[in-house]
């Protein structure tokens, strides 16, 4: 979300110019995602912000422009903005490319259109926007497993560390139990994809050796995928992880957390040191071999559960197919690079006794991403 300057109307038009520009290029990689006809027959539109309070967004064929709310821009997440802006963008293309003019608003055709674009049919008007839905599961064996959850983690917060590790290591075991029950239930309106993370032109190569342990160890899977960046007013990256609703915002709590367990990290090792930023990498990539080198004992070791030492050959069909729809186009890549191997190495002696708990804070940054609680 976005803070504008209140009372400046200088700074309040430059940041809805940039967010304007950035639903223009939003709008463009959409586009360049589509089949080739198709993509070259539709032709950009305009794009606005409006103060509506009943609905998010709106396609104007007369006008030939969506409009966005700037309470949707200002307030909300811009993956949850996206969603939105594909959802008025599969009007447009219903309407102006696949002869959808004589249907309903939310007929065949725009179905069709939504399925192109992958938008959320649903994303518009009183629809809860992509976090609301987050927050709010509508699952009760998911809303019971994530208040026990916050309760092991509560527990991690011991300042025993083995009465810490067994409660991360019950939390863990409590995550495999829950997520292998479901999957035989699961279907693609049960998978949810948010951002985690800040959309970058360049992300730090330990941000490539995070993604990964979130989507090894903790039931989603994750794409880097292209971006607007708000502050460079250029397309980049983030990463997009994409599961269950329990088992999104579970990772995406681990995904801050670890985060920011590093900056802290880092401010303490380096304090008198004057190291540089690189350090900070192969500090970083340290501990994240460490926590991973620890994850994996957790799951292979003697006391493991079964649960536990099944999961890692275990598929969820279900997520295979949505990822499939989702991303029909995939290229792998990796980044490798050499480490200075004294701070890795204290980096990797900490990153062994990482222990994930709840809400730890960081003083003069304010509080990690919480687990919320069932909606009341």
Request: a positive charge.
């Amino acid at each position: 979300m976005y803070q504008p300057s209140m009372g400046n109307d200088t700074n309040d038009t430059a940041l809805e110019r940039c967010i304007l520009h950035g639903l223009a290029c939003e709008w463009e990689q959409a586009v360049w995602m589509l089949p080739p006809g198709l993509g070259r027959a539709l032709k950009k539109p305009l794009f606005a912000l409006e103060n509506a309070r009943s609905r998010w967004g709106r396609w104007q064929a007369d006008r030939r422009e969506i409009t966005l709310s700037r309470r949707l821009v200002l307030d909300h997440p811009w993956d949850a903005v996206r969603e939105v802006l594909h959802h008025e963008m599969a009007h447009q293309l219903a309407q102006e490319v696949l002869g959808g003019n004589g249907e309903p608003p939310h007929g065949p055709v725009f179905r069709r259109a939504c399925a192109l674009l992958q938008a959320n049919p649903e994303a518009s008007g009183r629809c809860p926007t992509l976090y609301e839905r987050l927050a709010d599961t509508g699952n009760k064996d998911g809303d019971r497993t994530l208040r026990r959850i916050r309760k092991l983690m509560a527990l991690a917060e011991s300042g025993n560390r083995h009465e810490a590790e067994a409660a991360m290591v019950k939390a863990r075991e409590l995550m495999a139990r829950h997520h292998i029950e479901q999957i035989p239930r699961n279907t693609a309106s049960d998978f949810i994809s948010i951002f985690v993370g800040r959309p970058a032109l360049r992300h730090f190569r330990e941000f490539y050796h995070l993604a990964p342990i979130v989507t090894d160890f903790y039931f989603v899977q994750g794409i880097w995928v292209t971006a607007y960046v708000l502050e460079r007013r250029k397309m980049g990256r983030v990463l997009e992880i994409s599961g269950t609703r329990t088992n999104v915002t579970i990772a995406s709590y681990v995904h801050d957390f670890v985060e920011r367990f590093i900056d802290t990290g880092w401010t303490d090792y380096n304090r008198g040191r004057g190291l540089n930023r690189h350090r900070k990498t192969d500090f970083a990539v340290g501990i994240l071999h460490g926590f991973r080198t620890k994850l994996e004992k957790e799951i292979g070791g003697a006391g493991a559960s079964a649960p536990s030492k099944t999961l890692m050959a275990l598929a969820d069909p279900a997520l295979d197919s949505y990822m499939a729809v989702r991303y029909p186009r995939v290229t792998r890549f990796s980044r490798q690079g050499r480490v200075e191997e004294t701070v890795y190495g204290d980096g990797v002696r900490i990153g062994k006794k990482l222990v994930i708990s709840k809400g730890v804070t960081d003083a003069g940054t304010g509080p990690v991403k919480r687990i919320p609680g069932p909606r009341r």
